[in-house]
């Protein structure tokens, strides 16, 4: 991503001082924080579904639910994510140095791939909107186990698992296109919003709601808004500060 021009010095100078006055800041974040972990996000220049469109499909719950052949390509994906070998880098860092400074309320992530956990954030304080990839859950009886356990059977050749409880469809327990939020995270994840001084909004184009509705809530309610991102965002009018650039780069910059 280094064909990115970075911000003026004093866009970033102003980023570090709206965030280094702020006593609550509420982070909200998006593929792009992960991507240099070696995590593609899906509609960055270099996303998964910017280079193949059809492989929306395999997100899309009534897709997954009624083709086999859908889900199989998904154990296949699940099989050779980068991310279980992926560890985070100097943006999820300057994220968490947020809570040890004491000023985080709390990570509203996108992101399913538990690097925000992985970096040391007591798990309380990261709320995942669209769920985990590290569990997989059965759309029947709901059986929840971890995802490598899962994982596990597909690599001995069992290319679509049922549950092992009920025969029912396995998935990973993430939210999918078409499938509903989960209420209490939701909930919080606004309350959090409405509970800052600060939300920052990093690497996500801010296009995938209500998730990202968070933004406008926490403008509402009278916080600063502060998105960094490697492109124009769908919500830069409501930012007080919008930097384009590198997540690993600049976070640490305005966090520091
Ligand atoms: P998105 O793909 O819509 O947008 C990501 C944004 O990040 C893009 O605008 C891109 O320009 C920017 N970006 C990428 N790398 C960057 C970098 N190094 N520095 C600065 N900016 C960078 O992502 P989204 O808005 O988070 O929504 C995608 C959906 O896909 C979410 O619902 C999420 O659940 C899921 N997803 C998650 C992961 C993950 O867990 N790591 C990965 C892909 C997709």
């Not at 000023?103 to 769920?131: S, Y």
């Not at 985990?132 to 596990?152: E, K, N, Y």
């Not at 998935?171 to 309350?191: H, N, Y």
Request: aromatic share 4%; hydrophobic share 40%.
């Amino acid at each position: 991503m280094s064909d990115r021009a970075g911000p003026c010095d004093g866009l970033i100078e102003e980023a570090r001082q709206i965030i280094g006055a702020a006593k609550s800041i509420t982070v909200f974040s998006g593929a792009g924080i992960s991507t240099d972990s070696g995590i593609p996000d899906f509609r960055g220049p270099n996303g998964v579904w910017t280079k193949n469109p059809e492989a929306e499909k395999v997100s899309t719950l009534s897709h997954y639910l009624n083709d086999p052949e859908i889900r199989q390509i998904a154990w296949r994906n699940r099989l050779a994510s980068p991310a279980w070998a992926a560890v985070p880098n100097d943006g999820h860092r300057a994220i968490f140095a947020l809570e040890q400074r004491g000023v985080l309320v709390a990570v509203i992530t996108q992101n399913i791939d538990g690097l925000h956990q992985h970096v040391g954030h007591l798990p309380e304080n990261v709320l995942e909107m669209h769920g985990t990839m590290r569990f997989s859950i059965c759309w029947s009886c709901g059986d929840r186990r971890g995802m490598q356990a899962t994982l596990q059977r597909v690599r001995e050749g069992d290319s679509d698992p049922a549950c092992e409880l009920c025969g029912g469809i396995l998935k990973s327990d993430t939210i999918s296109f078409g499938q509903a939020l989960v209420p209490e995270v939701v909930e919080r994840a606004m309350a959090a919003s409405e509970d800052c001084d600060v939300l920052l909004a990093v690497g996500s184009s801010l296009t995938v709601r209500p998730a990202a509705n968070v933004v406008p809530r926490a403008k509402a309610m009278g916080a600063k808004v502060v998105i960094v991102n490697g492109e124009p965002t769908a919500m830069d009018h409501y930012s007080d500060v919008v930097l384009v650039g590198e997540l690993s780069e600049l976070l640490p910059r305005i966090v520091g």
